[in-house]
């Protein structure tokens, strides 16, 4: 194993670290015992993309270390992110007998780490659970801050997203940059696309450093990599450290993402969730320009130029691949959850490190920021 860099999350209800190292995964027991974690039954919630890989070094490793391990593969999409899935594995865990001194290993992207960390939370009333994030998108995101849900099918059958879950930290998270050797390179892009949001938020400086390093970053170099995911790790702990449950600052973390689940919602299917990121976030910075707030050589401007620099530089769309009205839009966003009290809330970036929530900005604004990356 590399040498091991470790963020600590400290929230209100716990502590622990995020340990990023190449070659961890094959050294799960040992971390998982340096981490106060001794089961004698370990469930293993695994993506079947890296059920035979990532999640198999973890087995050999915790085997190895006598723990029974009972490995439980899912299919990673959003429609099996639902509470069918979470009632399947919990039943899985049941027969497999895994009781209170147990404790899950999740094991995959988001989707598992989410549904795997709902389990978790919740199987007899709360075990143990251990993140390893096997997408960039997870390692930087989802598999730290302890959120954990699934989705809800509507009457229509349209999934309305993470409608179901808890705020439950993990235990401790381990992130592999060799797990990323096999992921599909718009996956990796993907997950670039949340890196970028996070250097407008907390790290303008890594806007640069990506673009000096796409090469290595694409070609998946263990080195590399460990770097980007310990430098997004380090804002996501602050993040999340100083508003565990989103009552304020951790909404900044929405940055795009309004923006982008119209996307998702509209063009269903042509974009990743990172892509529809990637072109909210420049919707975002346009946003920002519209409302004035912005200086020309600090501002709005400036960080709009720079993050489609950077988009450009990944390879990653700083516009819709079909045109869409605005006004079309406009009123999927009103959708999105986070319209709160009848007002859209969205995530402006005044310049970088400047990021506000606002609750009242006017449909025109938004229209024109929906035009600079394309709508019609
Ligand atoms: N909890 C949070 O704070 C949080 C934050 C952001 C996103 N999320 C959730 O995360 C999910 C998206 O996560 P994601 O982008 O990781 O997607 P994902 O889990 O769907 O994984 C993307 C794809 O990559 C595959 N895959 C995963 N690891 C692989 C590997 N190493 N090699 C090859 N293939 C691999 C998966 O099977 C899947 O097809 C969404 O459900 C979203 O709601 C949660």
Known sequence: MDALEAITVRTASAIYPVEVASGAARHMAERMAAAGLRPSRVAVICDAAVESSTAAEVDRSLSAAGMAVARIGMQATEDSKTLGTLGDLCERMLADGIDRSGAVVAVGGGVVGDVAGFAAA????????????????AMVDAAVGGKTAVNLVRADGTLAKNMVGSFAQPRLVVCDPECLATLPVREL???????????????????????????????????TLAQLVARNVKIKAEVVGADER?????????????????????LHGECTHGEAVAIGTVAACRLAGVLGHGSPDHGSAHLESAVRETLSAIGLPAAL????????LLSAMASDKKKRGGALH???????????????????????????????
């Open 122 to 137: 919740t199987y007899m009333r709360g075990i143990p659970c251990v993140q390893v994030p096997t997408t960039l998108l």
């Open 189 to 223: 892009r993907s997950g670039l696309a949340e890196c970028v949001k996070h250097a407008v938020i907390a790290d303008p400086a890594m806007l640069a450093w990506i673009r000096g390093r796409i090469d290595p970053i694409l070609a998946r170099d263990p080195a």
């Open 246 to 266: 989103e009552d304020g600052r951790r909404a900044v973390l929405n940055l795009g993402h309004t923006f982008a689940h119209a996307i998702e919602s509209l």
């Open 321 to 328: 691949p079909a045109a869409r009205p605005a006004e079309e």
């Open 346 to 376: 969205l995530v402006v970036p005044f310049a970088f490190g400047d990021v506000r929530v606002l609750g009242d900005v006017p449909n025109d604004a938004v229209r024109a920021a929906w035009r600079a990356v394309g709508a019609g």
